[in-house]
């Protein structure tokens, strides 16, 4: 992620801009805006979205419900992928989550959706089952989850089961 890119909780007046970054990413099953103002109004979500200058270039979001918790959604700007920003997005939200009780994070992907299974790969989540033919297209869901990493007195990371 580069320097000038900076991450803040989402808020009702970054709206218009994720809605628009939303519709071109999910052009076939893009949430509303009423759905994202829902999302922010809820307690238990998390979101945040990186900004550059003015322009919002990505949004995440997590449904907490300790010890678990949920990946809602995560996109970038076409024209910022690949320079770590889903990654920074994501890390932050996890490390808060873990910090405050969450042991596991769950979320479903497109099976076909490669970016992004590579991006949750990285992040350690591993598939637990895959739901055939779970899209209106006949597309696979496949479900990952994360177990909360645990520092070992070797300093290395291991996972808790
Ligand atoms: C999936 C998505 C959010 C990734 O965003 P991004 O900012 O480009 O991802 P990052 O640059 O943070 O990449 C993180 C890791 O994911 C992997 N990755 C991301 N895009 C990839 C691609 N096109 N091909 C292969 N690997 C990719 C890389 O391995 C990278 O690892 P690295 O940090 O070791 O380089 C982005 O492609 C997107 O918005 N897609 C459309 C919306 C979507 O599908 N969201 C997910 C719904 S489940």
Same mark, same amino acid.
């Given at each position: 992620?580069? /320097?000038?890119?900076?991450?803040?909780?989402?808020?009702?007046?970054?709206?218009?801009?994720?809605? &628009?970054?939303e519709?071109?990413?999910?052009?076939? =099953?893009?949430?509303?805006?009423?759905?994202?103002?829902q999302?922010? %109004?809820?307690?238990?979500?998390?979101?945040? !979205?990186?900004?550059?200058? $003015?322009?919002? !270039?990505?949004?995440? /979001?997590?449904?907490?419900?300790?010890?678990?918790?949920?990946?809602?959604?995560? #996109?970038?700007?076409?024209? @910022?992928?690949? +320079? #770590?920003?889903?990654?920074?997005?994501?890390?932050?939200?996890?490390? !808060?989550?873990?910090?405050?009780?969450?042991?596991?994070?769950?979320? +479903?992907?497109?099976?076909?959706?490669?970016? $992004?299974?590579?991006?949750?790969?990285?992040?350690?989540?591993?598939?637990?089952?895959? @739901?055939? @033919?779970?899209? $209106?297209? /006949?597309? =696979? %869901?496949l479900?990952? &989850?994360? %177990?909360?990493? &645990?520092?070992?007195?070797? #300093?290395? !990371?291991?996972?808790?089961?």
């Amino acid at each position: 992620m580069t /320097g000038t890119v900076r991450l803040t909780p989402m808020r009702w007046w970054h709206l218009d801009d994720v809605h &628009r970054l939303e519709v071109r990413l999910f052009p076939d =099953d893009a949430w509303s805006l009423e759905q994202f103002w829902q999302e922010l %109004a809820q307690p238990t979500r998390r979101y945040l !979205v990186a900004v550059d200058g $003015a322009s919002v !270039v990505g949004y995440a /979001g997590m449904f907490i419900a300790e010890p678990d918790a949920d990946i809602q959604t995560v #996109g970038v700007d076409p024209n @910022r992928q690949g +320079e #770590g920003i889903a990654r920074g997005l994501l890390e932050e939200l996890l490390a !808060v989550a873990e910090h405050g009780g969450v042991t596991h994070t769950l979320l +479903e992907v497109r099976a076909d959706n490669e970016p $992004a299974r590579a991006l949750y790969d990285r992040l350690g989540f591993e598939r637990i089952s895959q @739901r055939p @033919r779970y899209y $209106a297209d /006949g597309g =696979d %869901a496949l479900i990952l &989850r994360r %177990a909360r990493p &645990r520092h070992s007195d070797a #300093g290395e !990371v291991d996972r808790d089961r």
